[in-house]
C-alpha cells in the first residue's frame, strides 16, 4: 500500500530563524535606544548584556518554534493555545538568564548619582521583591514578547494555510469545469450519431446503396476531423465551419432536394477561436425542426460578423411555422449548447434563438473574440 507523504511545514527553517533574529535585534535596538535616552552609565557593558539576553533569546525562541511547528495543520484554535502556553516557561527560562545577566554576573550601576542606588541588588533590596517575585517580574516582560513573536508565526502559517486551500480549491474548480466540458462535447457526438445512423439506414431499407456509401465516408470524414482535436481545447471558426460543411454533407444525401446552404462568414473572423462542435447542435435542429419537415427547399444560413468584442454567430432557416414548445425536441442539443456556454465562458457568452412568424427558426451565439481584429 503506497504511503501518502507527510504535508510540508507553514514556515521553513529559514523564515522562522529570521523573523527570531529579527525580533530579538529589534529587542536590543529598542531598549539600548531607552537607556541612552535616560543616559544611563556603561552603555557600552549595559548594550554586551542586551547581546546576551538576545542570544539567549534566540535560542529559547527556536525551541518554541520548534514546538509550535509541532502543531502545523492543527486548528487554529489548538495552535493559539499552545502558542500561549508554551511561551511560560520559555519566559521563565529567559527571565532567569536575564536575571542572572544583569543582577548576578557583576553587577553594575546604573545611575551616575551614587546616592540614588548603586547597584540593580540595591534597588531590588530597597524595593524588599524576593528572588520569585523578580523572575515572574521579567518574566511578563518576555511573556508578552514571545506572545508577539508567536502570534507572527501562527498568522503566517495561517495565511499560508488560506492560500494552499484557494489554490485546492481552484484546482478543484478547474478539474470540475474540465470534466464538465468533456463530457458536454462527448455528448453531442452520439446523439449525432444516433441520428445519422438512422438516416442511414433508412437509405439501406429503400434501396439506395450508392447515397448510403456517400454517407458513410461522409461521415467517416466527419469523425475523423472531430475526433481528433482536445476537447478542452478551442479550434478556429473556419475549422469549426468545415466540421458543419461536412455534417451537411451527410445531410444533403438524405435530402438532395429540399436542403439547401449558404455559409457567410468574413475572412477577418476565420481565424476567431471557439469551442468544437458548438455550432453542430444548431444546425442539427435546423435540420432536424426545418428541412426535416418541409415539402419544400429550406435554406440553412451560416454567418458570423463582430459586434465590438463580441462574435455573433448565427444558424437561420426559413423550414415551416412551428410551435415553440417543439423546438429543441429532448433537450439535448440547445440545451447542451447553453451549458457548454456556461461551462466555458460563464456569463461572457449567451444564445439566443426566435420562432420566425412566417416559418423559420434564428440561433444566434455571442461569444467574446478571442482575439483582437486589426482594421
Known amino acids: 500500500m503506497e504511503k501518502l507523504s507527510p504535508r510540508s511545514a507553514l ?193 439501406v431499407m429503400t434501396g439506395k446503396p450508392k447515397e448510403a456509401e456517400t454517407m458513410i465516408q461522409n461521415l467517416s470524414n466527419f469523425y475523423r476531423t472531430s475526433l481528433s482535436s482536445d476537447p478542452l481545447e478551442d479550434v478556429t471558426l473556419e475549422e469549426e465551419v468545415e466540421l458543419q460543411r461536412l455534417y451537411l454533407e451527410i445531410e444533403s444525401v438524405r435530402y438532395p432536394k429540399r436542403l439547401r446552404v449558404s455559409i457567410n462568414i468574413p475572412d477577418e473572423l476565420l481565424g476567431q477561436h471557439v469551442p468544437a462542435l458548438i455550432l453542430q447542435p444548431l444546425v442539427e435542429n435546423a435540420i432536424k425542426y426545418g428541412v426535416s419537415r418541409a415539402v419544400r427547399p429550406v435554406e440553412i444560413n451560416i454567418s458570423a460578423k463582430r459586434d465590438g468584442n463580441v462574435l455573433v454567430l448565427s444558424v437561420i432557416d426559413d423550414g415551416e411555422i412551428m410551435d415553440l414548445d417543439h423546438v429543441g425536441g429532448n433537450g439535448i442539443g440547445l440545451a447542451n449548447v447553453r451549458d457548454r456556454l456556461e461551462a466555458r465562458y460563464r456569463s461572457a457568452a449567451r444564445l439566443d434563438t426566435q420562432i420566425l412568424k412566417n416559418g423559420g427558426f434564428i440561433a444566434m451565439l455571442y461569444l467574446p473574440l478571442s482575439h483582437r481584429i486589426t482594421a
Not at 539567549?56 to 509550535?68: A, E
Not at 536575571?99 to 551616575?112: A, E, G, M, T, V
Not at 506572545?147 to 478539474?175: C, D, H, M, N, P
Not at 474540465?178 to 439506414?201: I, K
Request: aromatic share 14%.
Open 11 to 203: 514556515i521553513g527553517h529559514q523564515m522562522a530563524l529570521l523573523t527570531i533574529v529579527g525580533f530579538w535585534a529589534f529587542y536590543a535596538l529598542i531598549l539600548s535606544l531607552r537607556a541612552a535616552l535616560l543616559d544611563f552609565p556603561a552603555q557600552a557593558v549595559l548594550f554586551e548584556r542586551r547581546l546576551m539576553v538576545a542570544l539567549v533569546g534566540v535560542l529559547v525562541t527556536w525551541i518554541l518554534y520548534v514546538g509550535l511547528r509541532m502543531a502545523d495543520r492543527r486548528s487554529l484554535g489548538f495552535r493559539v493555545s499552545a502558542a500561549f502556553i508554551g511561551a511560560i516557561p520559555c519566559a521563565m527560562i529567559l527571565a532567569s538568564a536575564n536575571f542572572y545577566i544583569f543582577n548576578l554576573y557583576d553587577p553594575i550601576s546604573l545611575f551616575k548619582d551614587p546616592s540614588v542606588g548603586r547597584t540593580i541588588e540595591d534597588l531590588k533590596a530597597q524595593l524588599g521583591l524576593s528572588f520569585w517575585q523578580e523572575i515572574a517580574d521579567i518574566s511578563v516582560t518576555h511573556y508578552f514578547f514571545l506572545i508577539a513573536w508567536s502570534s507572527l508565526y501562527v498568522a503566517i502559517g495561517y495565511a499560508r494555510e488560506v492560500r494552499e486551500a484557494e489554490r485546492k480549491t481552484s484546482r478543484f474548480a478547474q478539474a470540475a469545469q474540465d470534466a464538465e466540458l468533456r463530457s458536454l462535447r462527448y455528448q453531442v457526438n452520439p446523439h449525432f450519431l444516433f441520428n445519422t445512423l438512422n438516416s442511414l439506414s433508412s437509405l
